[in-house]
């Protein structure tokens, strides 16, 4: 028999609160930004009332998680391994790939996987995305790292630690190579700009 993986409503709730707390929200702040009452939402979290689609919506665009996170139990239906060959990863910034590692459901840790072509990079200009701790590893091949303006190379197994609300660039530094890297954020950011 299958092992059905939807969420009840209380971990519904417990997952909107564990999300808040991650990103060092008050009720107040949430309720406000979702223009929802401290009482309801406070209520919705502890599972003693039901929330609307609507509403799960609202606090979502608050909280940075699509609605389907709130019914991640973290794991496919074969478990939490997850197979490389199962990934599909996501373009951005000028020949880069990443692919995001941790579930929807991990609300204090974000891991990318990122892949630039030879030249490839971030893009142009720098940017930041909430104010989280990151730290990039280099897996394989050699990147230049900007951060407030100041570059860093990076050669394999080398790392850089920065803020995200610091604006920062990566771009492959030989023009000839390939290079992987290993972003990690905690909490996950608050914008979804990667």
Not at 41 to 67: H, P
Not at 106 to 134: I, K, M, N, R, W
Request: glycine share 10%; charged share 25%; with cysteine.
């Amino acid at each position: 028999m299958a092992k059905d993986h939807s969420s009840s409503p209380a971990e519904v709730g417990a997952r909107l609160r564990r999300r808040r707390k991650a990103l060092h929200l008050t009720l107040k702040e949430v309720a406000e930004q979702s223009g929802l009452t401290e009482g309801h939402l406070s209520q919705v979290e502890r599972d003693q009332a039901n929330a609307s689609v609507r509403t799960l919506q609202r606090l979502c665009e608050v909280l940075k998680l699509n609605v389907g996170d709130l019914f991640d139990h973290g794991g496919s239906a074969a478990g939490p391994v997850l197979r490389f060959r199962d990934t599909h990863g996501m373009s951005f910034g000028d020949g880069a790939t990443k692919i995001k590692l941790t579930p929807g459901s991990f609300d204090h840790l974000e891991v990318l996987l990122g892949h630039f072509t030879a030249g490839g990079s971030t893009g142009v200009d720098p940017y930041t995305h909430g104010s989280c701790e990151e730290l990039l590893l280099v897996l394989t091949g050699e990147v230049d790292v900007w951060v407030r303006g100041q570059r860093h190379r990076l050669s394999a197994l080398d790392s850089i630690h920065y803020r995200s609300s610091d604006p920062h660039r990566v771009a492959e530094a030989t023009g000839t190579e390939e290079a992987r890297v290993l972003w990690t954020m905690a909490p996950p950011p608050t914008e979804r700009t990667r």
